[in-house]
Nanobody
Framework: QVQLVESVGGLVQSGGSLRLSCAAI????????MGWFCQAPVKEREFVAA????????YYADSVKGRFTSSRDNAKNTVYLHMNSLNPEDTAVYYC???????????????WGQGTQVTVSS
Protein backbone atom coordinates (compact mmCIF):
# COMPACT_ATOMS: atom_id res chain seq x y z
CA GLN A 1 0.00 0.00 0.00
CA VAL A 2 1.21 3.51 -0.75
CA GLN A 3 0.09 7.03 0.09
CA LEU A 4 0.56 9.81 -2.44
CA VAL A 5 1.09 13.41 -1.41
CA GLU A 6 1.01 16.07 -4.09
CA SER A 7 2.60 19.48 -4.01
CA VAL A 8 0.51 22.61 -4.08
CA GLY A 9 -0.37 23.74 -7.59
CA GLY A 10 -0.80 27.37 -8.35
CA LEU A 11 -1.79 30.21 -10.60
CA VAL A 12 0.38 30.89 -13.62
CA GLN A 13 0.06 33.11 -16.66
CA SER A 14 -0.44 31.71 -20.09
CA GLY A 15 2.89 30.62 -21.54
CA GLY A 16 4.34 30.05 -18.11
CA SER A 17 5.67 26.93 -16.41
CA LEU A 18 4.90 24.97 -13.29
CA ARG A 19 6.27 21.82 -11.70
CA LEU A 20 4.11 19.44 -9.72
CA SER A 21 5.53 16.77 -7.46
CA CYS A 22 4.02 13.63 -6.01
CA ALA A 23 5.70 11.91 -3.09
CA ALA A 24 4.95 8.25 -2.51
CA ILE A 25 5.00 7.02 1.06
CA UNK A 26 5.02 3.34 1.83
CA UNK A 27 6.91 0.13 1.43
CA UNK A 28 8.43 -0.36 -2.00
CA UNK A 29 7.13 3.06 -2.98
CA UNK A 30 9.79 3.44 -5.65
CA UNK A 31 8.55 0.30 -7.39
CA UNK A 32 5.26 1.86 -8.44
CA UNK A 33 4.59 3.10 -11.93
CA MET A 34 2.97 6.51 -11.82
CA GLY A 35 0.37 8.37 -13.81
CA TRP A 36 -0.85 11.94 -13.99
CA PHE A 37 -4.45 12.85 -14.70
CA CYS A 38 -6.41 16.06 -14.76
CA GLN A 39 -10.03 17.03 -14.37
CA ALA A 40 -11.41 20.37 -15.47
CA PRO A 41 -14.79 21.68 -14.32
CA VAL A 42 -17.74 19.80 -15.84
CA LYS A 43 -15.32 17.46 -17.62
CA GLU A 44 -14.35 13.89 -17.00
CA ARG A 45 -10.94 13.04 -15.63
CA GLU A 46 -8.45 12.51 -18.42
CA PHE A 47 -4.99 11.08 -18.79
CA VAL A 48 -2.02 13.41 -18.94
CA ALA A 49 1.19 11.39 -18.57
CA ALA A 50 2.63 8.18 -17.19
CA UNK A 51 6.08 7.00 -16.21
CA UNK A 52 7.36 3.50 -15.57
CA UNK A 53 8.74 2.64 -12.17
CA UNK A 54 12.32 2.83 -13.34
CA UNK A 55 11.62 6.05 -15.18
CA UNK A 56 12.91 4.72 -18.47
CA UNK A 57 9.59 4.84 -20.24
CA UNK A 58 7.04 7.62 -20.44
CA TYR A 59 3.75 8.18 -22.21
CA TYR A 60 1.93 11.45 -22.85
CA ALA A 61 -1.46 12.58 -23.99
CA ASP A 62 -1.36 14.23 -27.40
CA SER A 63 -2.52 17.50 -25.88
CA VAL A 64 0.60 17.83 -23.73
CA LYS A 65 3.30 16.23 -25.89
CA GLY A 66 6.23 18.56 -26.27
CA ARG A 67 5.02 20.73 -23.37
CA PHE A 68 4.87 18.42 -20.35
CA THR A 69 7.53 16.04 -19.09
CA SER A 70 7.32 13.49 -16.31
CA SER A 71 10.39 12.43 -14.37
CA ARG A 72 11.10 10.65 -11.13
CA ASP A 73 13.69 10.48 -8.40
CA ASN A 74 13.38 7.05 -6.83
CA ALA A 75 15.86 7.95 -4.12
CA LYS A 76 13.25 10.44 -2.94
CA ASN A 77 10.23 8.35 -3.95
CA THR A 78 9.00 11.37 -5.84
CA VAL A 79 7.60 11.85 -9.30
CA TYR A 80 7.44 15.19 -11.09
CA LEU A 81 5.31 16.71 -13.80
CA HIS A 82 7.10 19.58 -15.52
CA MET A 83 4.55 21.71 -17.32
CA ASN A 84 5.71 24.27 -19.87
CA SER A 85 3.92 26.57 -22.32
CA LEU A 86 0.80 26.39 -20.21
CA ASN A 87 -2.44 27.70 -21.63
CA PRO A 88 -5.86 28.31 -20.07
CA GLU A 89 -7.10 24.95 -21.39
CA ASP A 90 -4.65 23.29 -18.98
CA THR A 91 -6.60 24.67 -16.01
CA ALA A 92 -7.73 21.69 -13.96
CA VAL A 93 -7.21 19.70 -10.81
CA TYR A 94 -4.22 17.44 -11.36
CA TYR A 95 -3.93 14.04 -9.73
CA CYS A 96 -1.06 11.61 -9.50
CA UNK A 97 -1.74 7.89 -9.34
CA UNK A 98 0.32 4.81 -8.60
CA UNK A 99 0.22 1.12 -9.32
CA UNK A 100 2.62 -1.80 -9.15
CA UNK A 101 0.85 -3.95 -11.71
CA UNK A 102 0.73 -1.80 -14.78
CA UNK A 103 0.77 1.71 -16.17
CA UNK A 104 -0.33 3.77 -19.11
CA UNK A 105 -3.29 5.91 -20.20
CA UNK A 106 -5.97 3.25 -19.82
CA UNK A 107 -4.63 1.49 -16.76
CA UNK A 108 -6.77 1.55 -13.63
CA UNK A 109 -4.45 2.78 -10.92
CA UNK A 110 -4.90 1.60 -7.36
CA UNK A 111 -3.73 4.66 -5.45
CA TRP A 112 -4.45 8.34 -5.95
CA GLY A 113 -3.17 11.63 -4.63
CA GLN A 114 -5.42 14.30 -3.17
CA GLY A 115 -5.34 16.46 -6.27
CA THR A 116 -3.93 19.93 -6.72
CA GLN A 117 -5.39 22.92 -8.54
CA VAL A 118 -3.56 24.43 -11.49
CA THR A 119 -5.01 27.61 -12.92
CA VAL A 120 -3.65 29.27 -16.04
CA SER A 121 -4.73 32.83 -16.68
CA SER A 122 -4.92 34.30 -20.16
Amino acid sequence: QVQLVESVGGLVQSGGSLRLSCAAIGRFASRYAMGWFCQAPVKEREFVAAISWRGGSTYYADSVKGRFTSSRDNAKNTVYLHMNSLNPEDTAVYYCAADRNGWGPRHEYDYWGQGTQVTVSS
